[in-house]
């Protein structure tokens, strides 16, 4: 299916630190401001129409909207799931490659204020061949582009602004690098997408480094340069098995970097980063739920900054696995806790339209509706 790709995504305002949009507005003959107005009207105002860049003077409009603001996410279609607080839109990039995200609305309740929360996918498909997740199995499309990857969160922030998802006008709060593909086998693209998302407007949507994300199956150089970056995003592991016997059958990479580097790799993120790190957990029916189990990873974890996130497993389509029994799951819970380890069992938000975690499989069925 690699295909040889000549072509890259077209150039967007979302690829380019303002400065380069000031010179990018210079090579097309126009005034370096033109490139603020229109960053202030994309992030700022959330305006992606050009007709409604008023500051903008008409006739130029066209030309800059043709040159900084290409389509690149088209949508093919949304699914709504939990009365409509969540959404999944299944996206088609220039090159017909389709990759999902998935809009998450928690309204206020007496613990916490409403948030939403916005994952996202950092490639079409994904080439890590995680057995139970459901983009791997299709393997790697290619990877995205920094803008293709922001703009995901800019349609959200877009659509929550005009009122347009049950729950009413609301913000992005939160990102996930959630979706389909492995962030840390794409970067680059990935740390552009990092920088872009928490600058302030007019440069990018000013969303604070701590409500983001970003979860890896353990790439464990990757690791290290992200802590180095001096951006202070969350990092989620998924772990998955505490022992490399397992871990290398349910995360295959596992064979390359084992759980003690990985972890190692995680310990340093939060020492430098002073971020708890999250270990996610998919607790699998009588795969990797045994009290034995749980023991060893508090074993492992015990006195780190981390926090353990047990995701029911999402089956799947075609999968013998299954979600663990409740009292297993009650039972890992508590083990872990005995440790000291500070742990949560994650809710399954849109598992019945296979927008749960794990379960983002973009399909030509989708091309059809
Ligand atoms: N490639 C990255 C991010 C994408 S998946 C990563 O692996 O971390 C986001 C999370 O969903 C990961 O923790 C992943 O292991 C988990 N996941 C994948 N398939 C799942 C499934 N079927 N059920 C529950 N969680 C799943």
């Not at 994309?42 to 008409?58: H, I, M, S």
């Not at 613990?111 to 890590?128: D, E, F, K, L, Y």
């Not at 290398?248 to 993120?269: C, M, Q, S």
Request: glycine share 8%.
């Amino acid at each position: 299916m690699a295909a040889p790709r000549r072509k890259k995504p077209p150039l967007h305002l979302s690829d380019l630190t303002l400065a380069q949009r000031r010179e990018r507005a210079q090579e097309l003959g126009l005034p370096a401001f033109r490139a603020d107005q229109i960053s202030r009207q994309w992030f700022g105002r959330l305006v992606d129409d050009p007709a409604g860049w008023t500051d903008v003077p008409e006739a130029m409009r066209a030309r800059l909207a043709d040159q900084l603001t290409p389509a690149l996410l088209t949508l093919v279609r949304s699914q709504e799931a939990d009365k409509g607080l969540t959404v999944k839109s299944l996206w088609r990039l220039f090159d017909g490659a389709l990759v999902e995200s998935v809009l998450m609305r928690y309204p206020a309740d007496g613990r916490s204020r409403a948030r939403n929360t916005v994952c996202i996918s950092s490639q079409a498909g994904c080439g890590m061949n995680c057995p139970f997740c459901a983009t791997g199995q299709a393997g790697l499309t290619r990877n995205m582009s920094t803008a293709e990857i922001v703009e995901q969160v800019m349609a959200a922030a877009r659509s929550l602004a005009r009122g347009e998802v049950v729950g009413g006008p609301g913000r992005v709060g939160n990102i996930v690098f959630m979706g389909m593909g492995e962030p840390m086998a794409n970067y680059d693209a990935v740390v552009g997408a990092l920088h872009r998302l928490t600058s302030q407007a007019p440069e990018g949507p000013g969303i604070s480094a701590r409500s983001i994300t970003v979860s890896t199956v353990g790439l464990v150089p990757r690791i290290e340069q992200l802590a180095a970056e001096g951006l202070p995003v969350t990092l989620a592991v998924s772990l998955h098995a505490p022992d490399d016997e397992l871990r290398d059958t349910l995360v295959p990479i596992n064979t390359r970097w084992k759980v003690r580097e990985v972890l190692d790799a995680a310990f340093g993120y939060a020492r430098v980063t002073r971020r708890r790190v999250s270990i996610e957990y998919a607790l699998i029916r009588d795969v990797n739920d045994q009290a034995a189990r749980a023991d060893l990873l508090g074993k492992l974890l015990k006195g780190r900054l981390v926090h353990v996130n047990l995701i029911p497993l999402n089956p799947t389509p075609g999968s013998q696995w299954t979600a663990s029994r409740r009292k297993d799951e009650q039972e890992f819970v508590r083990r872990l806790q005995n440790h000291g380890v500070a742990v949560t069992v994650r809710d399954t938000r849109g598992s019945d339209i296979d927008g749960a975690c794990g379960q983002l499989a973009a399909s030509d069925e989708g091309m059809e509706s």
